[in-house]
């Protein structure tokens, strides 16, 4: 079977794919129009301080905590404001990113994808680290396991 896919042999097919792929995520729109994307963060005030220490302060982690329990939906920032504030950028897409993270970093019985017949993370055991939040799971016997679901 002929390979036809990227090669390092083929410089100009890699270009050829590599161009393509980039046109597809929108990639080469992006990286032309570079200085439209460009935002300046200003210190304004008090709150600006207030607002980064609470976001990476390590003495902050319960405020950090309550600030993420408060998160809405909808909490952006409007990407065509050319200056933004600290705090708006740590309330408004720092928030965003906190959250996404706490998602990731955080164990779950099931992936989302699949659903297992026994829960394998309590088979495996776990531990996660999150944004002010961290978890231990620990491993169980497969039998005990087993025992416990058919209890259901």
């Known amino acids: 079977m002929k390979s036809t896919d990227i090669s390092t042999s083929n410089p100009v097919g890699l270009q050829v794919w590599a161009r393509t792929i980039l046109k597809k995520l929108h990639f080469l729109e992006y990286f032309n129009d570079l200085e439209s994307h460009n935002k300046d963060i200003i210190w304004e005030d008090e709150q600006d301080g207030e607002a980064i220490e609470l976001a990476f302060s390590k003495k902050k982690f319960e405020a950090?905590?309550?600030?993420?329990?408060?998160?809405e939906l909808g909490t952006y920032l409007d990407?065509?404001?050319?200056?933004?504030?600290?705090?708006?950028?740590?309330?408004?897409?720092?928030?965003?990113?906190?959250?996404?993270?706490?998602?990731?970093?955080i164990p779950s019985i099931t992936s989302g994808t699949y659903m297992p017949i026994i829960p394998m993370l309590v088979v495996n055991g776990s531990e996660g680290i999150g944004i002010g939040w961290s978890s231990n799971i620990p491993n169980y016997s497969l039998r005990d396991i087993v025992a416990n679901v058919r209890h259901l």
């Not at 950090?64 to 998160?71: A, D, Q, T």
């Not at 404001?81 to 990731?104: C, G, H, N, P, T």
């Open 64 to 71: 950090r905590k309550n600030w993420l329990r408060h998160f």
């Open 79 to 105: 990407q065509k404001e050319k200056l933004i504030k600290y705090s708006d950028f740590v309330y408004k897409e720092l928030i965003l990113f906190s959250m996404a993270d706490l998602q990731r970093s």
